[in-house]
């Protein structure tokens, strides 16, 4: 076993459900390893509660977050985010970006791995496999920098970029899922993703005792690489939309593990659950059209400013999420590339200042605008709260709620909305860049809102190299913070209970917010 | 051979009665805001690739034009598949249906038993029963069978640990389990059916009382017992039929509250999540399959009325 570091990478974890689009990213040491293949005593039954069905068993379809846990049981990824951040070896042994730039990447294969198929995990199946992500993905735009995926030899890859991509590593993990390595027999029939498992992960899908959006049974994988990793004899993963319901589950021990929310968490403490939980999300609202196509105000960044400066972060982030909530104006959160501790309060709750700033950009009396919101993770009430601090400066708004995620995407593209109401996992720089600071067109900048300042900032910090890195992001991030692009409003905790007699391994911690179901939550 | 006429005669009405829900269906839904494609491309979709989940999902088409080719498949037998897990619809309706016909079935059955119990209990004892029925009418339709879902959860679920708090089990894989599994879902579903059915049979059974045929059993010396038994509650019984039916109907809407506290994979459950989801055709599915389901129990009611009035057989 070689153990080679090659760089600091970052990795990234996108949590997206119905209404808060969530993410982490890190920063961490990729080393080269492998685990040894041991005999894996396997527990009995661990049931985990999904809020909802998953989007799709397919990896590249699957949304990132809220459908890992179905995903990762039977894809094994290239990395691995280890509990405590760190990216472990998975499918490939070694890794790293090679010469400057951030713009080649090689990954060396684990020999003798087979897909739950019996196929073997080759290196053309590993490229294949990642073209194919990064083609057909629903995370597309965070590989758009990648320019081809090659099997350079019978067990490494290349990967490499038109323009740099210093976040590749952080792609290839369990969490990121682009990763996943799909079997050619799956790449073949895509269609038949969404139904069957075609990964070479420890545990497949056991179709005769799944009903699709109600419950997902997984059994061990009698071939996998590493059986040390299997700690359950079969994992269930079953769908409970009514977050009361879900808690009760896992109180009379039905279920073992779930995610909740703020308002729950002391029920479950006082029931004898255990609660873990970190910093995943931020909320507020975005203010994209900046260049006042549909709202004339908003072009101005005295307005942008005024709009910050009124509202009151710390009590609106109590009330909505008490303890698992904290005030910011960034979009990152703590541990991540482009998080600055002093951009956490650039706009302090200054209502007259405010008022001043819109007196000066020509609007005394405030104005009027078009907001969007969705409904669910807490959005819809905060965007509520913003705007009634708003509403005290002068600036008045009529507010369109939406209920389902296509709707708010729909509706976020339309261009009619110069605000949108917004949840969105936190992520390096770089990714936060593809969504909310290049000038294209998405969801979070659907008016291509172009800065070349910024956008030289950005690609900066993208070629750079790792010890340098850090600290363009948070130069990046200051810049956009200042020209007050959104009014974000609070960062929040992810918060996981479950039953801490039964299970062990159950880590949420700043560095992998998201519990590793597939390897390390066993039986305790 | 009338009853087989009856019965072919209101099937084959029933259906422009399905054509004309799933049209309806089908133009609500494509009126609700959003957008399949938009859901499944993505938040960091391109425009060429949300174009091109457009196009595969044939959403470019003309509205008439989306509903004619489902309702050629449809009459086909093809009722598609999931726009989002890619299962064939009448698959997932088929492992739907048992779970909410158990629901459906049970609590109407616990309510019509139940109910008409207490109604008769209530209209030959009169008094206190009278308000006790009333009472619990009130109680019945006031109490949201979501609310009294999870107050019935807290108590015998996670207090007692009496009964399961989610999930179904199969009778083919444990009928205990299956019945144990059906309690608490059942009971919420009946609260409210069983006590509309008890004021009801209350009322019909006094109101057949106060009939002059009874009045001359009564006056030639019939038991009480024969005249309640073979005569009072036969004729009672066509209006408590008539509940019934309803109740049936109105238990298939109360199972999307009930499945989604219990998290049991019914028909309610399915739906729900399609409509968030805007997966058209299983939601156009599922609808079919409810509209089904509302004709036969309609027909079932018919067949009742059949069986105990005469009149109605020969009309």
Redesign the interface.
Same mark, same amino acid.
């Not at chain 2, 938009?38 to 425009?47: D, S």
């Not at chain 2, 989002?84 to 299962?87: A, R, V």
């Not at chain 2, 399961?164 to 999930?167: F, T």
């Given at each position: 076993m070689s153990k080679k570091c090659k760089r600091q990478v970052s990795g990234t974890v996108l949590l997206?459900g119905?209404a808060v689009?969530a993410s982490v990213a890190l920063t961490a040491t990729g080393c080269s390893g492998s685990s040894t293949g041991d005999s894996g005593a396997a527990g009995g039954t661990l049931t985990v509660v999904s809020a909802?069905?998953p989007?799709? #068993?397919d990896p590249t @379809?699957a949304?990132v977050g809220s459908d890992n846990w179905f995903v990762n049981l039977t894809y094994d990824t290239l990395l691995r985010l280890g509990p405590n951040g760190q990216l472990e070896p998975d499918l490939a042994t070694t890794w790293g970006y090679v010469g400057t730039g951030n713009k080649v990447f090689d990954l060396t294969i684990r020999p003798g791995v087979t897909f739950s198929d019996g196929s073997p995990v080759t290196a053309q199946a590993v490229a294949a496999s990642l073209n194919y992500a990064r083609r057909n993905g #629903?995370? /597309?735009?965070?590989t758009s920098a990648v320019s081809s995926v090659t099997a350079t030899g019978p067990d490494t890859v290349q990967i490499q970029c038109a323009t740099p991509n210093p976040d590749l590593p952080g792609l290839l993990d369990q969490v990121s899922l682009v990763g996943s390595v799909i079997s050619p027999a799956g790449l073949a029939d895509p269609? @038949?993703m969404?139904?069957a498992s075609y990964g070479a992960g420890p545990y497949v899908l056991d179709a005769a005792k799944t009903?699709?959006? $109600?419950?997902y049974t997984y059994s061990p994988n009698p071939d996998y690489w590493d059986k040390s990793r299997i700690h359950w004899k079969q994992v269930v993963i @079953?769908? /409970?939309?009514?977050p $009361?319901?879900?808690l009760?589950?896992v109180?009379?021990g039905?279920?073992d593990a779930l995610s909740i929310g703020p308002s729950q968490a002391a029920t479950a403490v006082s029931d004898g659950l255990t609660v873990k939980y970190a910093p995943v999300a931020f909320v507020g609202v975005n203010l994209v059209d900046r260049d006042g196509a549909v709202s004339k105000p908003l072009a101005s960044l005295k307005v942008r400013q005024a709009l910050n400066y009124a509202v009151d972060r710390t009590a609106i982030a109590k009330a909505l999420f008490q303890q698992y909530g904290a005030p910011t104006d960034e979009i990152s959160i703590p541990g991540q590339l482009g998080y600055a501790p002093d951009d956490d309060n650039q706009y302090p709750y200054d209502p007259a200042k405010a008022k001043q700033l819109l007196a000066e950009a020509g609007y005394p009396n405030g104005f009027s605008m078009n907001v969007e919101t969705q409904q669910g993770g807490g959005i819809d009430l905060l965007t509520q709260a913003v705007l009634q601090d708003w509403k005290q400066i002068g600036v008045t708004t009529n507010v369109t709620t939406?209920?389902?995620?296509?709707?708010w #995407?729909?509706?976020a /593209?339309s261009r009619k909305f110069p605000a949108l109401g917004f949840g969105y996992g936190a992520a390096p720089a770089y990714l936060l860049s593809? $969504?909310w600071m290049l000038p294209h067109?998405?969801?979070?900048n659907p008016f291509a809102t172009s800065d070349p300042a910024l956008t030289s900032l950005l690609a900066q910090a993208a070629a750079a190299p790792a010890a340098q890195q850090p600290a363009l992001d948070q130069d990046a991030m200051r810049y956009v913070v200042g020209q007050a692009w959104f009014v974000s409003v609070a960062r929040l905790d992810g918060i996981y209970a479950y039953s801490g007699n039964k299970l062990t391994g159950f880590d949420v911690s700043q560095g992998n917010l998201l519990p590793d179901i597939a390897w390390t939550i066993a039986p305790k | 051979m009338a009853v087989f006429r009856m019965v072919l005669r209101r099937l084959l009405s029933s259906i422009p009665l399905l054509f004309a829900v799933s049209a309806l269906t089908f133009v609500l839904v494509s009126l609700v805001?959003?957008?399949?494609a938009? %859901?499944? !491309?993505?938040?960091? !979709? %391109? =425009?060429a690739?949300y174009t091109a989940v457009r196009l595969q999902m044939g959403l470019n088409q003309s509205l008439p034009l989306q509903y004619w080719h489902w309702l050629v498949q449809a009459v086909h037998g093809n009722l598609g598949s999931?726009l989002?897990?890619?299962?064939p619809v009448t698959q997932?309706l088929s492992?739907r249906l048992p779970v909410s016909l158990s629901l459906i079935i049970s609590g109407t059955a616990v309510s019509g038993v139940l109910g008409v119990a207490l109604g008769l209990f209530s209209a030959r004892r009169g008094g206190f029963m009278v308000k006790a029925v009333d009472g619990l009418s009130l109680f019945g339709l006031g109490v949201p069978p979501f609310w009294l879902a999870?107050v019935l =959860?807290?108590v015998f *679920? =996670?207090k007692l640990?009496w009964f399961? *708090?989610?999930?179904y089990v199969s009778p083919a894989t444990d009928p205990a389990q299956w019945a144990r599994s059906l309690v608490l879902p059942v009971v919420s579903l009946s609260l409210g059916a069983s006590a509309i059915i008890a004021k009801q049979t209350r009322d019909s059974v006094l109101d057949t009382f106060n009939k002059d045929f009874i009045r001359v059993m009564q006056a030639n010396g019939f038991s009480q017992r024969s005249i309640l038994y073979r005569h009072v509650l036969k004729n009672a019984a066509i209006p408590v039929v008539t509940i019934l039916g309803v109740v049936f109907v109105s238990l298939l809407a109360a199972t999307v509250f009930v499945e989604? =506290?219990? *998290?049991?994979?019914g028909l309610g459950?399915?739906i729900?999540?399609a409509t968030?989801?805007?997966d058209i055709p299983v939601i156009q599915g599922a609808v079919l399959y409810i509209t089904l389901l509302v004709v036969l129990a309609n027909l079932l009611v018919d067949l009742a009325y059949g069986l105990l009035d005469p009149r109605v057989r020969a009309a």
């Open positions: 997206r119905l689009a909802s069905p989007a799709s #068993l @379809k949304n #629903l995370n /597309v735009s965070w269609s @038949k969404g139904t009903v699709a959006g $109600d419950h @079953k769908i /409970v939309s009514n $009361d319901s879900a009760q589950a109180q009379t039905e279920a939406d209920t389902t995620i296509g709707q #995407l729909s509706n /593209v593809l $969504d067109a998405t969801a979070f | 805001p959003g957008d399949p938009r %859901t499944i !491309a993505g938040e960091h !979709a %391109t =425009v690739q999931s989002f897990s890619g299962e997932l492992n999870l =959860v807290e *679920a =996670v640990r399961p *708090a989610i999930g989604t =506290v219990f *998290a049991m994979p459950l399915l729900q999540q968030l989801q805007h």
